[in-house]
C-alpha cells in the first residue's frame, strides 16, 4: 500500500487554513491562462485582450457553478449549515469547467470572439490543468476511492485528510491525473485537424466524461439521480449530446499551418 502522511494544511493565518488543494486549484487556473496565452503567441487568432477579458469572466463563473453543483451534491448538510454555503472548501470540477465554459460564452456573445475556435485552443489547456489541481486534491485526502486491497491502494494517516485514517483507498485522483495527461497527449494529436471549430472541445469534454462516469463507481460520494453521482448524471447528459453531434458534423482535415 502506498502511505501518504502530508499535512494538508500548508500553514495557518489565525483562523484561516492554507491547503495545498487551494494552492494546486490557483497553479490549475494558472496553467490554463497561461496555456492560452501561449497559444496566442503562437499564432492562434485571439488577442491578448480577448484572452485577459474572457478569464476574467470565466475564472468567477467556474468558481460560482463550482461551488453550487457542491452544495447542491452534498445539500444534506448544507441544508442544516447554511451560514456555510458560500466559501470556497467544496468545488466540483465539473461545475469548473461548464461555469467557466458558459461565462467564456458569455463573453463572446458580446465580443467579436468566435467561442467555437476559442474554446479548441483552450481545451487541451483544460485538461492539463485539471491534472494539475487533481494533485491537490491528492495531498488532500478529498475525492477518495472505495475501500481496495490492491497494492497501489492510498492510506492517509495525516487527521487533517478528508479520507479516513487508516483505510486502504482506490486512488481515484491519480487514476484521474493520469487520465487526464493521456487525454491532453490525445488533443494535442489532434490539434488543427478536426473541423468544425468546436470538435477538439468536444472531444476533449467528452473523454472527461467518459473517465467520470466510469470511475464514479470507484469513488465515495452520494446518491444524486438512478444510484449515479452527480458527475456520472452530468457525464450521461454530456456525452447524449457531444457524441451525436461529433458522429455527424466533425470531419478529419489536414494539419492547418
Known amino acids: 500500500m502506498i502511505t501518504i502522511s502530508i499535512d494538508p494544511v500548508v500553514f495557518t493565518i489565525g483562523s484561516i487554513e492554507v491547503r495545498w488543494y487551494g494552492i494546486f486549484i490557483a497553479l490549475a487556473i494558472l496553467t490554463v491562462f497561461l496555456w492560452t496565452v501561449w497559444q496566442v503567441k503562437k499564432g492562434a487568432r485571439v488577442s491578448y485582450d480577448n484572452v485577459f477579458a474572457a478569464a476574467l469572466v470565466g475564472i468567477p463563473s467556474g468558481i460560482v457553478l463550482a461551488r453550487l453543483l457542491h452544495v447542491i451534491d452534498r445539500w ?3 441544508g ?10 467544496g468545488l466540483t470540477a465539473y461545475g469548473g469547467v461548464l461555469g467557466a465554459t458558459i461565462g467564456v460564452w ?13 474554446a479548441d485552443v ?8 485539471q491534472a494539475v489541481g487533481r494533485v491537490g486534491c491528492t495531498i488532500n485526502g478529498c475525492c477518495y476511492g472505495l475501500e481496495t486491497l490492491l497494492p497501489w491502494g492510498i492510506v492517509y494517516t495525516h487527521p487533517d485528510s478528508f479520507c479516513p485514517l487508516g483505510v486502504s483507498t482506490h486512488p481515484t485522483t491519480v487514476y484521474e491525473i493520469i487520465w487526464n495527461l493521456l487525454v491532453f497527449g490525445v488533443l494535442l494529436r489532434l490539434k488543427g485537424h478536426l473541423k468544425p471549430d468546436g470538435s477538439l472541445y468536444m472531444v476533449y469534454i467528452s473523454l472527461y466524461s467518459v473517465y467520470r462516469l466510469g470511475t ?4 465515495e460520494g452520494t446518491s444524486f439521480l438512478f444510484g449515479l453521482h452527480q458527475a456520472q448524471i452530468i457525464a450521461v447528459i454530456v456525452l447524449a449530446i457531444t457524441i451525436p453531434l461529433l458522429a455527424m458534423r466533425t470531419r478529419w482535415v489536414r494539419a492547418e499551418e
Open 76 to 78: 444534506e448538510y448544507y
Open 80 to 89: 442544516l449549515h447554511p451560514g456555510e454555503i458560500i466559501g470556497g472548501g
Open 106 to 118: 458569455a463573453y463572446s456573445r458580446f465580443s467579436k470572439v468566435n467561442f467555437a475556435y476559442l
Open 122 to 129: 483552450i481545451a487541451p489547456g483544460i485538461i492539463l490543468s
Open 216 to 219: 464514479g463507481f470507484l469513488r
